[in-house]
């Protein structure tokens, strides 16, 4: 409708002259798209397997109740799916923990290399690009989804050390195929690094930089403070539309992190392995599983109680977080059944639901949260492990 018929059209109506400004710029009579739903993925990860009897509601479907570890999440249980059933099939070299860790968000084998972990084949790093980065590059190659990070990676006790385990710092033995990947690494931290020197130029936030104590050190025993600031700043980063990918990982796999807040001296990795009826070890292991839910919790917490600045609800109307795991249990070190816990409405899954699957691969599950993002990914990682599509959760 051309300006001059729409400001005719308004004026038959008996609208005032005064109004015909407001009126006539509404997107209903423009023509213009109306403000575009924020679609976001949050991953959450905690190591070293969990207590499947604690862990897995008995029941499925709707009507499903709560195991101990779990309970703090009773809150979100029209909106969360505990998905029972995925698998990591990925073979190929490296241990449980390395491929449990390294190929979760890959789907893919390992690169060949020299890191040697409990039993296997030594392994190298990862050979796919991970599905939080290939939807951020999905999400960036469009000017209507395009942010200013893309995607934001923050942890908590993850050490300083370079592993198939933790994927931080790497070492100077590298093969050609390495050296292009960390090149690529390399050119994006340069541009994030730009994108902070140009930070004063980018305007007043919506939502103000939550407030940290400059105080708290950097130490295992102030691992509850830190992780609240990792997410109120996480969450305060998507708010601002900074980005619409996070990843929030918690310690390392096989790492020794000691719950002392929870009354716990022994290392998380060492009590995994202890066996199911060695009471003292079960019992603590409960407690540090259900600290990890009760922390996946507070995110989705957050993210209700933070309203959309588009309006139209909750940031977790528009957001799916994702709390998962390198291994189905500790001690069998498997790769069956990992835990999937889903939060939040940013893919449009039918929610507040528990299913059971037969062994799927893990590839099938995030091509069912490209789809829902609407990248419609046909294959993820290995093409074999694909077989029968995207896992059908609408």
Request: glycine share 10%.
């Amino acid at each position: 409708m051309k300006n001059l018929y729409r400001r005719q059209f308004l004026r038959d109506l008996g609208i005032s002259a005064s109004a015909l400004p407001f009126l006539a710029g509404l997107p209903s009579l423009t023509g213009a798209p109306t403000p575009q739903r924020k679609q976001r993925l949050i991953i959450m990860f905690s190591p070293n397997g969990t207590l499947p009897n604690e862990f897995w509601p008995d029941q499925e479907g709707a009507d499903f109740s709560f195991k101990s570890i779990l309970k703090p999440l009773e809150p979100f249980k029209k909106q969360m799916l505990v998905l029972h059933g995925i698998a990591n099939k990925v073979k190929g070299d490296g241990d449980s923990h390395m491929r449990g860790m390294s190929c979760l968000l890959t789907c893919d084998e390992l690169l060949k290399g020299n890191i040697m972990g409990g039993g296997g084949n030594p392994a190298g790093w990862a050979s796919n690009i991970s599905i939080d980065q290939e939807l951020k590059n999905f999400l960036q190659s469009r000017a209507e989804t395009k942010t200013r990070f893309g995607s934001l990676e923050f942890g908590v006790a993850v050490p300083e050390r370079a592993d198939p385990w933790t994927l931080k710092k790497v070492s100077s033995k590298l093969s050609a195929r390495d050296k292009a990947l960390l090149d690529q690494h390399m050119t994006l931290v340069r541009s994030m690094e730009q994108d902070l020197a140009d930070a004063d130029k980018q305007g007043k936030l919506i939502h103000p930089v939550p407030q940290v104590d400059p105080s708290i050190e950097l130490v295992n025993d102030n691992t509850p403070q830190i992780s609240r600031i990792q997410i109120d700043l996480l969450v305060n980063s998507l708010a601002n539309d900074m980005a619409r990918i996070g990843t929030l990982q918690y310690m390392r796999s096989v790492g020794m992190a000691q719950m002392r807040w929870l009354g716990i001296q022994e290392g998380h990795h060492s009590l995994s392995h202890d066996p199911d009826d060695k009471k003292d070890s079960y019992e603590k292991l409960m407690k540090i599983n259900t600290w990890f839910a009760g922390e996946f919790a507070y995110l989705a917490k957050r993210l209700r109680e933070t309203p959309e600045a588009t309006g139209g609800g909750s940031m977790l109307d528009n957001t799916l977080l994702v709390w998962t795991n390198e291994l189905g249990k500790g001690n069998s070190h498997t790769l069956d059944n990992i835990p999937y816990i889903m939060i939040g409405g940013g893919c449009g899954f039918k929610m507040g639901r528990s299913l059971k699957f037969d062994k799927a691969a893990h590839n099938r599950l995030w091509m069912s949260v490209a789809q829902g993002m609407g990248h419609n990914l046909q294959t993820f990682g290995k093409k074999e492990l694909c077989e029968g599509g995207a896992l059908a959760l609408s």
